[in-house]
């Protein structure tokens, strides 16, 4: 089957496809043919990972206290990572194992990116074949491995796109970090020329996708006359204050997915923007998602968590949001509390990650201008580090 016959079979079997087509304002007869290609283009999808099984649990976790972008701990940072991922294991390996013995985000990953990367080759041949790779932080596959991976297929333009639509230093900041220490290590000549997409919060793709699964969750869960008084609660991983206040862009961008969601489901519910997951005793961002979900339950009043920040399940939704908050209030008798469906496999959704990256190479930018800006209080060398590799050493794509 030659490539024109795959992809009207291809938009016959997608009605969802031929919509992105008209976004685009493409028409077959515009795009150039697979003869013209100027890729293959390899797109890396950056995040934190999760273990897929229960003894990765230690080896993640040391990872994730060893890293000073997520969680400054000062000069002693290795080994305090040790101990308190030593300490942590057994009650994180129950929670593993409460899920269904791992992280399902490495297999939604893998998805994502393989979709994806399926109606690139079809909406921009250009720049095809598009080859997805997964990149975790913490987890496997480790960015190392899939830049060593993109090494040995030989190709020389690569994207790094995250999969944390709205920038923290923390998150998306840490991984190009590592990314631009890692081409330094394993690509010293510089064989692979670098872009990056940093953030896309407000992407409509994006918004649409958890607009309608808000909406499918209301429909399917609240009687009619229900839908509009439930509240919905937004929750996004929170912050150290000492990251907030440093400048970090990240509560802002968050608020920006919010208020963009809302806005497409016409303002209809009350809402609000809450933060989960904190830990130790420093000072971290709030309000609290569980201690907000409790003060509401206990007025009697239904709402629906809205994880706004994950592109797929993990255990901060399938354990925390749901066995944790949700579970717990309904063992005591609370009801009408729910969660969206997280955005995994969503179709919209899939199509939304092709087009932040038909914008991205549209656009032929190496990075959104705001990369360029660290924070107003950040002293790190390896910030700086990793804006002059991509914004310089890149910069003649
Ligand atoms: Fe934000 Fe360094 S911590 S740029």
């Known amino acids: ?26 028409s077959p007869g515009s795009i150039p043919p697979l003869t013209s290609s100027k890729g293959p283009t390899a797109i890396m999808l950056l995040n934190m990972g999760g273990p897929a099984t229960i003894p990765e649990v230690h080896n993640f976790l040391y990872r ?67 080859v997805p790779f997964v990149g975790f ?27 944390y639509p709205q920038y923290s230093c923390s998150t998306t900041g840490s991984s190009l970090n590592e990314l631009s220490t890692l081409s330094k290590q394993l690509d010293p000549e510089g064989t692979i020329h670098w872009s990056i997409i940093d953030r896309w919060p407000t992407h409509d793709g994006l918004v649409s996708s958890f607009a309608e699964l808000i909406t499918a969750k209301l429909e399917s869960a609240y009687k009619p ?21 440093r400048g970090d862009p990240y509560p802002a961008e968050v608020a920006a997915t919010v208020w963009a969601v809302m806005n497409k489901l016409g303002f209809k519910n009350k809402y609000r ?55 717990e209030l309904e063992e005591e008798g609370f009801t009408g509390i729910t969660r969206a469906d997280s ?12 087009d932040v990256v038909i914008n991205h190479l549209k656009q032929g930018a190496v990075a959104t201008k705001q990369y360029a800006m660290t924070c107003p209080m950040c002293t790190k060398e390896s910030c700086i580090s990793s804006r002059k590799f991509f914004l310089e050493e890149q910069r003649g794509l």
């Open 1 to 26: 089957m030659n490539f024109w016959s795959k992809a009207r079979c291809n938009l016959r079997q997608w009605p969802l496809l031929r919509r992105q087509l008209a976004t685009h304002n493409i």
């Open 64 to 130: 994730l206290f060893a890293d000073e972008d997520l969680m400054p701990l000062g000069k002693y940072q290795k080994q305090i990572a040790r101990f308190i991922s030593w300490r942590r294991t057994p009650k994180i390996e129950q929670h593993y194992s409460e899920i269904g013995g791992g992280s399902p985000i490495r297999r939604w990953s893998e998805y994502q990116g393989r979709e994806m990367c399926r109606i690139l080759d079809i909406l921009s041949p250009e720049t095809g074949p598009h």
């Open 137 to 163: 932080r913490y987890a496997n596959p480790l960015t190392e491995t899939a830049f060593q991976q993109i090494l040995d297929s030989g190709i020389k333009r690569a994207i790094a796109f995250t999969q």
């Open 225 to 245: 006359e229900e839908q509009e008084e439930v509240i919905l609660l937004f929750s996004a991983h929170s912050l150290p204050m000492s990251v907030v206040n």
């Open 273 to 327: 923007l809450v933060w989960q997951s904190q830990v130790g005793p420093t000072p971290w961002l709030g309000a609290q998602t569980s201690d907000t979900v409790k003060a509401l339950a206990k007025k009697g009043q239904k709402m629906m968590l809205i994880p706004i920040a994950f592109t797929s399940d993990h255990i901060e939704t399938l354990h925390e949001l749901d066995l944790e908050i949700i579970g």
């Open 343 to 354: 955005l995994n496999g969503h179709p919209v959704f899939v199509e939304a990650l092709a």
